[in-house]
């Protein structure tokens, strides 16, 4: 029998020398304009015995929160501490899981910071397809956003896959960032508004997708899987190491033209795997490149 | 420093004693006629070295195909090949990876079996919510569906975590069910209506979605990795095997008045953790309770 490595989900038009995916031809035109250097100082990488996972912050959104995580990075206090949850379809937690600490330089107490408030000097790009949980959906900072201007003029970012939030028991405690959970499966759009969201993963979200799932209620790791937890071995700013021991890369832009063609090639695939274009996007399902600096 | 398990994400009502969850108390209030058995001759172990995955296969849906893996199936086709594919946030895919075969029982070309006529005598239970992607969405026979009435009066299972497919080529390929694939991420309802679903997994996602990502071109393993892949011990439907062999489940019905209950509950979340109930939930986010028979 002829051996034939089969082609599908977008890589056919590749194989079969047709002209590349659209998406592809928007990216090849961009300029070195239309992307970004994360800034060092709200660039967290989390360093794990497989590798390396960076998450960018997100001070917009939740000033007091952001700057608390990057107090007690300072201070490493994550060093050490355990992957302690990884749920299916849901979450994979780290930090302090067993105990409820901070450092002295962090606050134990922080306020709300679920949401922000709508303005239209916000320099949000706005996806014009439905939403199942909020009236409009879009990008700001390169995040993911939801909007309701009325009646609550308020803008929060969503929970999408890769999203970084921080832990928190019953209301009001909204946690001191000291435990920290990034979204591994379907979007959990309804903890939008009930949780506070700092950032994202640019890269390495493999690294926490592919852990093994806990046994446990919520998908914590059983007293008899905690001796084979993950540890971290460090977390630390980008900006506090040397510029040799930071991993050079840049994100798209979310407010450019160039970002509109990219999502209207997402939301239409024209790719020649593609036989009926979707016509429409969810704000959730748009990766949004991050490449290497050469 | 006193040890508390931190308690979060809908454990914080149940760990301080309050009422239990709405989603609970909807499941508790459950009668046996809400629960289904699936069918023996459509339900498909994957047995793995970690462990089974039971899918439920959707003759509804895609008759050809479906008969066609359980031709295959039958034949054991799939004995010993391997999950040779794993993209994060994308898809788990196994079967007949590196050739195009099927055994002397089925069909090598197949019809398009993408969508199925809409009629109102389906039997398909509406969500009221938005969908970025559907006029409507629903389940029919316990499976998420996106509907279009007009104009052209389709219905099509959709995309969602733990959705099962068929790979394929280039149109009109349609694929023979040789290749198959599991979504392991944020829901890919771009591939809706692009490409021919047979079914859904109801159990052991985790040995699916936690796997080792490949490193080459769309996640497949690379040639390094490929002596390293995991493959499949059997795959066999529950109806072939003995009793003893089967694993007793049943599933939540979908078309009972009690499931419109737990839809609700789970569109508005009550349970103590939750300050915003989100008022909306989206088709792909909605788990379907599967339970040992005791």
């Known amino acids: 029998m002829k051996r034939f490595a089969i082609a599908w989900l977008g890589l056919a038009a590749v194989a079969n020398g047709a002209p590349p995916p659209i998406t ?55 060093d050490g501490l355990p992957i302690g949850r990884v749920q299916d379809n849901y979450v994979t937690q780290w930090g302090d899981i067993d105990e409820i600490r901070v450092t002295e330089a962090a606050k134990r107490k922080l306020p709300d910071e679920t949401v922000i408030a709508w303005s239209k000097s916000l320099p949000v790009v706005k996806l014009p397809d439905a939403d199942s949980y909020a009236p409009e959906t879009g990008w700001l900072d390169g995040f993911t956003v939801g909007i309701e201007r009325k009646p609550s003029s308020q803008v929060w970012m969503t929970h999408c896959y890769g999203t970084v939030g921080v832990g928190r028991g019953d209301w009001p405690d909204t946690g001191s960032g000291s435990e920290l959970y990034a979204v591994i499966g379907q979007a959990p759009r309804h903890l939008d508004r009930n949780i506070v969201l700092v950032g994202r993963v640019l890269r390495g979200m493999e690294l926490l997708s592919s852990l093994p799932r806990g046994s446990g209620a ?29 991993t050079a890369i840049e ?23 593609f036989v009926r274009p979707a016509g429409h996007i969810d704000v959730c399902n748009l990766p949004i490149p991050v490449r290497d600096i050469k």
């Open 218 to 246: 919520l998908g914590f790791y059983s007293d008899e899987e905690k001796p084979r937890r993950t540890l971290i071995r460090g977390a630390r700013l980008a900006g506090e190491l040397p510029e040799a021991a930071r």
């Open 24 to 78: 592809a031809q928007v990216l090849e035109s961009s300029q070195p304009s239309d992307w970004r250097r994360p800034d060092p100082d709200n660039t967290l990488y989390l360093d794990l015995p497989a590798g390396r996972v960076i998450i960018e912050l997100a001070p917009r959104f939740a000033p007091e929160h952001v700057a608390n995580i990057k107090a007690m990075v300072h201070d490493k206090f994550f």
């Open 251 to 273: 994100v798209l832009r979310t407010d450019t033209p160039l970002f509109t063609r990219y999502v209207e090639a997402r939301r239409n695939r024209r790719e020649g795997w």
